[in-house]
């Protein structure tokens, strides 16, 4: 028997990055200029920044000598060549449209397919993504299982479609006005949890009844397919690029922020398999992204984004990215930290509302946390709660969602396992001062996406 060794990093570097440590008292004061919004600090002053994973990733020396290749033509560059016979090869789709990010993608494919009167379907329409769904006029619907949405149930596909409600808003709004069911995986909102092979199969046959548009929006594909190999059954034998490629397969689009699995800091894709849909997604792509052989991507872009996509798949790379953050969790569990389980796969997320249970919601729980581990550690963070999704009613009094997360996003191949052992170690303080920490009121916001920009006051 071999004996268990530690998670050690699968690449060793050849360019450092400085990052500065700061003191507790300049933290406190900066965090204060800011507004108590993380969002509007300076990265330098942040130790340990774990606010996405998405563009955050280093690239490794094989994108970086590709980008010296670039070939920056106008038209019909051999970076693009590269680029769309990796992309045609993984996805099996023959129509590729580059994207500057992942949203341009999803405004020209829900421009084209929304509306007024229009319905979307989906496990979890990312903000996005809904936001370029309803910008149309069309509605978004989003469909999980109150089993999914339990932030304790450990259950191996949390981010799995909720089949019967979906074919419920099929049947009410009529198969003809819904545009398409959007499959997100890994389902970024609902925590970065999987999609199984066998729920893409039942959403594959209910688009097949009806006559409905599968939309993979696979940012995360490659890490879907790390859980799928090793908590489905018959997949343990494939490859992460086969299980992706019959996920695929089965899909009619796939949309794609390369920021994400392609392991860029930039770019995006709309990949379709119908030419007709393809025709008119690429004129809308010339009209605003640039022409069809680089839409708003560099030559350089596209050859980094090409390695990319071969790198992710590797084993080594994927399984210590999704051990790594899982080493996270299973840390701050021991601590005794309420986590949302099981792990996802880009991040941690913790149960603020349990955590800091002396904080009432319309105070801002989340918030508290997000500010005491920049204040106590330099980390850098996200609240997923109330300052996220609180709306207001009619006497202006707080509703807050089903839940108060602070998401610790993992960017990928940049912080190593002494760094997240710092991370853990901050969670000391935290948990010993913890009931010192107060909660919010705040003093700025505007109307949509408020945790971008809002400020706040301690109370
Ligand atoms: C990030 C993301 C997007 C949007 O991509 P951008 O590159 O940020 O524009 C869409 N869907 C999902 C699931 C995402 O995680």
Redesign the pocket.
């Given at each position: 028997m071999t004996r268990q060794r530690t998670l050690a990093e699968p690449f060793r570097i050849k360019m450092v990055e400085p990052v500065r440590m700061t003191t507790p008292e300049y933290r406190k004061q900066i965090l204060r200029n800011a507004g108590y919004n993380p969002f509007l600090l300076r990265s330098d002053d942040v130790y340990i920044d774990l606010l996405t994973d998405?563009g955050t990733s280093a690239m490794s020396d094989r994108q970086w000598s590709a980008m010296l290749l670039g070939d920056e033509s106008y038209a019909g560059a051999s970076s693009w060549e590269k680029l769309e016979t990796e992309v045609k090869d993984l996805t099996g789709m023959h129509y590729v449209l580059p994207t500057h990010?992942?949203?341009a993608a999803?405004r020209i494919l829900y421009g084209q397919l929304g509306g007024k009167g229009k319905v979307f379907v989906s496990n979890t329409h990312?903000d996005?993504?809904r936001a370029n769904i309803e910008f149309t006029g069309a509605t978004a619907f989003d469909c999980m299982s109150d089993e999914s949405l339990d932030i304790d149930l450990e259950l191996p596909f949390k981010g799995d479609m909720d089949i019967a409600q979906a074919r419920q808003y099929i049947l009410q709004y009529g198969p003809e006005n819904v545009a398409a069911i959007v499959l997100?995986v890994t389902n970024?909102s609902a925590g970065g949890q999987p999609v199984s092979m066998a729920n893409a199969r039942q959403v594959r046959a209910l688009c097949d009844e009806f006559g409905i548009l599968l939309v993979l929006?696979g940012?995360r594909i490659a890490e879907n397919a790390y859980f799928i190999k090793h908590r489905e059954a018959n997949y343990s034998d494939k490859s992460f690029r086969e299980i992706a490629q019959e996920m695929l397969s089965i899909s009619d689009a796939f949309i794609m922020?390369a920021?994400?699995d392609a392991l860029v800091n930039m770019g995006?894709l709309l990949v379709l398999r119908d030419k007709k849909l393809a025709e008119k997604c690429t004129n809308l792509l010339i009209i605003s992204e640039g022409f069809a052989t680089y839409g708003g991507l560099s030559g350089r872009d596209m050859e980094a984004m090409t390695v990319g996509l071969q790198e992710v798949f590797d084993m080594d790379y994927l399984h210590y990215r999704i051990k790594s953050t899982e080493y996270l969790g299973k840390h701050l569990q021991e601590k005794g930290v309420p986590l949302v389980k099981p792990f996802g796969g880009h991040a941690i997320y913790i149960d603020a509302k349990n955590f800091y249970d002396h904080i009432p919601v319309h105070e801002f729980p989340g918030q508290a946390l997000v500010c005491d581990l920049y204040e106590q550690g330099a980390i850098r963070c996200v609240e997923v709660g109330s300052v996220m999704f609180g709306k207001y009613d009619a006497q202006g009094n707080h509703i807050a969602p089903k839940s108060e997360l602070v998401r610790l996003a993992i960017p990928r191949r940049v912080y190593t396992q002494s760094h997240i052992d710092y991370v853990i170690d901050v969670f000391d303080d935290i948990i010993e001062n913890k009931h010192q920490s107060t909660g919010f009121k705040i003093t700025y916001e505007p109307p949509f996406l408020r945790h971008f920009t809002a400020t706040f006051q301690r109370l």
């Open positions: 998405s990010q992942g949203r999803e990312f996005t993504t997100t970024n929006d940012c922020s920021k994400k995006g």
